[in-house]
T-cell receptor, first 119, second 111 residues
Framework: AQSVTQLGSHVSVSEGALVLLRCNYS??????LFWYVQYPNQGLQLLLK??????LVKGINGFEAEFKKSETSFHLTKPSAHMSDAAEYFC?????????????????FGKGTKLSVKP | SQTIHQWPATLVQPVGSPLSLECTVE??????LYWYRQAAGRGLQLLFY??????ISSEVPQNLSASRPQDRQFILSSKKLLLSDSGFYLC??????????FGSGTRLTVV
């Protein structure tokens, strides 16, 4: 069974500093990996995803993540934090690969990391 | 383009009252549909998912039920709400491997 661990329920950085949100996964099949962002009282928005191909994935708002199979990690980074990046971030893994002509497997979410950005 | 609508945005209900939350999707056919609950400090909990009309899978035993009367409509219900049903409820849809698209959520407070 798949699982996701996000290290650190709260991360605080200064504006302009590097953002690093950690995510480790467990999967018995090649994983599909996702990062979502949630602003207060809103739904989740997809930041980026890894399915196949290039292991460094670029997403919206300047975020990127690198799939490292040997480390079973998919950490989210951004070189310079903005105040508007303050939100909760969720890492997720698909519990099975999509079948031909079918729809993707259900996502397993981590517990989330709240990012605070100090001025 | 695809859109997902979820309502109401907020809801305050007394213990023992019924519940009906509705989610509709536009611009796609035969999506997978999901109901999640988000409680403070507990992350996202998958409640139900549906791969087609009338097909509902429940992930956890609970006081809630779900129905899918039409291809793009997903309803979350309860006959009698409990205090523990309070939380932020999110509907989502997916198709192929494009990731989930979430609705804007419903904040339910049971008093």
């Amino acid at each position: 069974a798949q699982s996701v661990t996000q290290l650190g329920s709260h991360v605080s950085v200064s504006e302009g500093a590097l953002v690093l949100l950690r995510c480790n996964y467990s999967s018995s099949v090649p994983p599909y990996l996702f990062w979502y962002v949630q602003y207060p009282n809103q739904g989740l928005q997809l930041l980026l995803k890894y399915t196949t191909g290039a292991t460094l994935v670029k997403g919206i708002n300047g975020f990127e993540a690198e799939f490292k199979k040997s480390e079973t990690s998919f950490h989210l980074t951004k070189p310079s934090a903005h105040m508007s990046d303050a939100a909760e971030y969720f890492c997720a893994v698909s519990d099975r690969a999509p079948i031909r002509g079918g729809s993707q497997g259900n996502l397993i979410f981590g517990k989330g990391t709240k990012l605070s950005v100090k001025p | 383009s695809q859109t997902i609508h979820q309502w109401p945005a907020t809801l305050v209900q007394p213990v023992g009252s019924p519940l009906s939350l509705e989610c509709t999707v536009e611009g796609t056919s035969n999506p997978n549909l999901y109901w999640y609950r988000q409680a403070a400090g507990r992350g996202l909990q998958l409640l139900f998912y549906s791969v087609g009309i009338g097909q509902i899978s429940s992930e956890v035993p609970q006081n809630l039920s779900a129905s899918r009367p039409q291809d793009r409509q997903f309803i979350l219900s309860s006959k009698k709400l409990l205090l523990s049903d309070s939380g932020f409820y999110l509907c989502a849809w997916s198709l192929h491997n494009s990731g989930y698209t979430f609705g804007s959520g419903t904040r339910l407070t049971v008093v």
